[in-house]
């Protein structure tokens, strides 16, 4: 996968705002992940998932939650600002 790297100011205020929200959204991934059967059910009312499918993909699932969850808390420490946080944030700045 391609990489682009841009080199531009963002202001203390809006990189502590980020950091909230990828504390947030490891918050959210850490209930998904301990609530994984929770969220196999919802797929299967939603018609996302088949009953037979419920097991290997419950795996999949959790595997995918923590993998995400991994990369969010490698992301606490650095100072790069990725595109989808940077949507994330953009959004919620539009949505209040």
């Not at 959210?28 to 998932?49: A, C, F, P």
């Amino acid at each position: 996968m391609a990489v682009v790297v841009f080199e531009c100011p963002i202001d203390d205020a809006t990189l502590a705002s980020i950091q909230e929200l990828r504390l947030l959204r490891i918050e959210v991934l850490q209930r998904q992940m301990q609530h994984i059967d929770k969220v196999v059910e919802t797929l299967l009312e939603q018609g996302t998932l088949k009953a037979e499918e419920r097991g290997p993909y419950r795996e999949v699932i959790l595997a995918e939650l923590k993998e995400k969850c991994e990369d969010l808390q490698n992301r606490l420490d650095s100072d790069t600002v990725h595109s989808d946080e940077l949507e994330l944030y953009l959004e919620v700045l539009t949505t209040e």
